[in-house]
């Protein structure tokens, strides 16, 4: 196993449409008993530097080993490649076997066989949510989802065009892409000007 995997995303139209963000409330509430917490730590760790590098990262094993807290060790002892082959497990990240993994960028819901292992409460929270999201416009989560990317995007300077573009090879449906990067733009617009306001003017 090489020192450092190249990770990218996974890419999948439904999943990263109305799949479940590794770093939302129901990943924590429904996956967490089920992937356990290195997993569920190591998917939000990816998530947020696939917001960064959306074409994928490369990740020293023992350093990111150590930065999540489970100790610097590389090779396949590394708990690093050990939680990969846990996710592999559940398709949540493919290995090529020359040192490049896919990773999930989101999470489908737990199936059935998993909601039946989850404490009594849990499964009641579940049945719960399941029957809110029947009421739910089916693009409504992608539509936040989308918004948050592209906000984050823009506050590292690219331009709307880009974040688009980048919404879209992520696998946004055309539609939430150009919402999502036209909502950014002006919410990006209105802070700037809100700091500029709020900045003194230098005396001349």
């Known amino acids: 196993m090489p020192a ?3 990770i990218t995303p996974w890419p999948d139209p439904l999943l990263d449409t109305l799949g479940h963000d ?3 409330l129901y990943v924590e509430k429904f996956w967490l008993p089920t992937l356990g917490p290195t997993a569920v730590l190591l998917l939000r760790h990816l998530a947020s530097r696939f917001d960064e590098s959306p074409a994928g990262v490369e990740l020293p094993v023992a350093d990111t080993s150590q930065a999540l807290g489970l100790g610097q060790r590389d090779g396949n002892s ?3 490649v050990r939680t990969l082959t846990r996710l592999s ?7 090529d076997g020359r040192g490049t993994v896919a990773v ?5 819901p737990i199936n059935r066989r998993h909601v039946r292992r989850l404490p ?4 009641v929270a579940h049945a719960e949510w399941a029957e809110a999201k029947l009421a739910e416009p089916p693009l409504a989560t992608a539509r936040r989802r989308a918004r948050q990317v592209a906000f984050t995007l823009l ?3 690219d331009d709307a065009d880009h974040v688009e573009r980048v919404l879209f090879a992520t696998g946004f449906h055309p539609s939430v892409c150009h919402d999502a990067a036209r909502w950014a733009y002006q919410r990006h617009r209105e802070a700037m000007e809100a700091a500029a306001a709020a900045t003194p003017e230098t005396a001349a």
């Open 4 to 6: 450092t995997l190249t």
């Open 22 to 24: 590794p770093r939302s």
């Open 78 to 80: 590394s708990p690093i």
């Open 89 to 95: 497990q559940f398709d949540l990240a493919c290995d």
């Open 104 to 108: 999930r960028r989101n999470l489908p």
């Open 120 to 123: 009594a409460s849990l499964q």
């Open 155 to 157: 506050e590292q300077g």
